[in-house]
Nanobody, 127 residues
Framework: QVKLVESGGGSVQSGGSLRLSCAAS????????MGWFRQTPGKEREGVAV???????IYADSVKGRFTISQDKPENTLALQMNNLKPEDTAMYYC?????????????????????WGQGTQVTVSS
């Protein structure tokens, strides 16, 4: 059974840092993509950062230069280092995995590409 468990969320002041982790089990990370998404009430889930199986990374414009996604394949973990956090980064953050082929027209930062999701971890940034 595939399971994704996020940790590392919390509350910080603007300019602070947090590191999110995602422990994956039930599958081997030889799939296609893994990524981090975020969502606030009433809004669609937004792609933050994704990493391809080949190590290529893609970031949303709003987090470029501040967030870094990384993976540890032997440990089957995914991390998101978030620096210089801003109040607008406040959201529930989700880890996601794409383990099956999808329509290649669906962009990597599109949530529709992913078939497994964690339960989320809350990040709150105060000004």
């Amino acid at each position: 059974q595939v399971k994704l468990v996020e940790s590392g969320g919390g509350s910080v002041q603007s300019g602070g840092s947090l590191r999110l982790s995602c422990a994956a089990s039930g599958f081997s990370y030889d799939g296609y993509c893994m990524g981090w998404f975020r969502q606030t009430p009433g809004k669609e889930r937004e792609g933050v950062a994704v990493i391809h199986n080949n190590g290529t990374t893609i970031y949303a414009d709003s987090v470029k230069g501040r967030f870094t996604i990384s993976q540890d394949k032997p440990e089957n973990t995914l991390a998101l280092q978030m620096n210089n956090l801003k109040p607008e980064d406040t959201a529930m953050y989700y880890c996601a995995a794409q383990t099956m082929r999808t329509n290649p027209a669906i962009q990597p930062l599109n949530a529709m590409r992913y078939n497994y999701w964690g339960q989320g971890t809350q990040v709150t940034v105060s000004s």
